[in-house]
């Protein structure tokens, strides 16, 4: 799932996933220590052409850097990629954390703030990709500790949204948190392909229609 990007700069792809270029970040990078210039790097690259297509030697190139240099901070490029999937996921759990603590106890508006959240990133989304959506495409080893990451965040997702439409009322939280997940996952695929126009209209519109239907089946 994706979204905006926070204000702060220096906290930008720290704190979401498929984000845009930093303002200034081209004149700023040789300022930048070296392990966030190979994060920055390796996430533009694994973006545009994929975790299995990028080497250890562009990386280091784009963050004008030596390949010795990248191998001090990651011992590995399958180390790096976890990293940079660990931080994306942080970005996502930051999100979460943020929509249940400005909705307290409103199970309802946390998962909408969650559909909102979602739909505002569909523009980036449609430039750049989905980094776990992507990166899950070239690991196919499901031994891979970067796709067990992936799997690992989807499933906490799924658990703190159930938990949100449990607080909304619904029914069977679970079925509808899977409904929603759907939604929010599609919108993305969507968004990334081109597919539907006003992706994130639609999906807002979408989440409340399925939470609505679930809350009332528990009042009938």
């Excluded at 994060?39 to 250890?56: C, I, P, S, T, Y």
Aim: with cysteine.
């Amino acid at each position: 799932m994706g979204g905006e990007m926070p204000a702060d700069a220096t906290e930008a792809r720290r704190t979401m996933t498929s984000s845009p270029p930093r303002p200034g970040r081209d004149s700023r990078v040789a300022r930048l220590p070296p392990r966030e210039r190979i994060l920055d790097a390796a996430e533009e690259l694994f973006l545009r052409e994929g975790v299995r297509a990028v080497g250890v030697q562009a990386i280091a190139e784009q963050a004008k850097t030596t390949k010795m240099a990248l191998y001090r901070h990651f011992a590995t490029k399958d180390a790096l990629i976890e990293e940079w999937l660990r931080i994306v996921a942080v970005g996502y759990a930051t999100a979460f954390d943020q929509v249940e603590a400005e909705h307290a106890d409103d199970g309802r508006a946390q998962v909408l703030g969650v559909a909102q959240f979602i739909a505002d990133g569909l523009p980036d989304i449609a430039r750049r990709g989905c980094p776990f959506v992507n990166s899950f495409a070239g690991l196919p080893d499901p031994g891979h500790p970067a796709r067990r990451l992936i799997e690992n965040h989807k499933a906490d997702q799924r658990r703190r949204l159930t938990a949100m439409c449990e607080r909304a009322g619904a029914h069977l939280p679970d079925d509808v948190s899977a409904e929603i997940t759907f939604l929010l996952e599609g919108a993305q695929i969507s968004a990334q392909n081109g597919s539907v126009d006003r992706a994130g209209d639609r999906l807002v519109a979408a989440v409340s229609a399925v939470l609505d239907r679930g809350t009332a089946e528990r009042e009938d």
